[in-house]
């Protein structure tokens, strides 16, 4: 059974950073590409940026582009998102979620085969 854990989301002002982090257990991070989503309040889950098996393969949302950096150190079984410059509108619940079957990731979250349970970025203006 693969589980997916986030860590890191908390209250932060704008303009400031975060990372989050998911850690992967029981399988091995390198089977999967990985994707972050979000959804906010009141809206629909959005994509935020997903990370090919191979790291070098990396795609961002447009609203998120150049303030957002994500990564992965298989040796850890771990993702992160490092997220600077954050604004209010960053506000929501972050997921990360495991794709066994594209080798480079995916935008839709229809995609994915396992998702973790989210944890709470809350951006104050």
């Known amino acids: 059974q693969v589980q997916l854990v986030e860590s890191g989301g908390r209250l932060v002002q704008a303009g400031g950073s975060l990372r989050l982090s998911c850690a992967v257990f029981g399988d091995t991070l390198s089977s999967y590409a990985m994707g972050w989503f979000r959804r906010a309040p009141g809206k629909e889950r959005e994509f935020v940026a997903t990370i090919g098996r191979s790291a070098a393969f990396k795609t961002y949302a447009d609203s998120v582009k150049g303030r957002f950096t994500v990564s992965r150190v298989n040796a850890e079984n771990t993702v992160y998102l490092q997220m600077n410059s954050l604004k209010p509108e960053d506000t929501a619940v972050y997921y990360c979620?495991?794709?066994?079957?594209?080798?480079?990731?995916?935008?839709?979250?229809?995609?994915?085969?396992?998702w973790g349970q989210g944890t709470q970025v809350t951006v104050s203006s």
């Open positions: 979620a495991a794709d066994s079957t594209f080798v480079y990731g995916s935008r839709l979250s229809t995609d994915y085969d396992y």
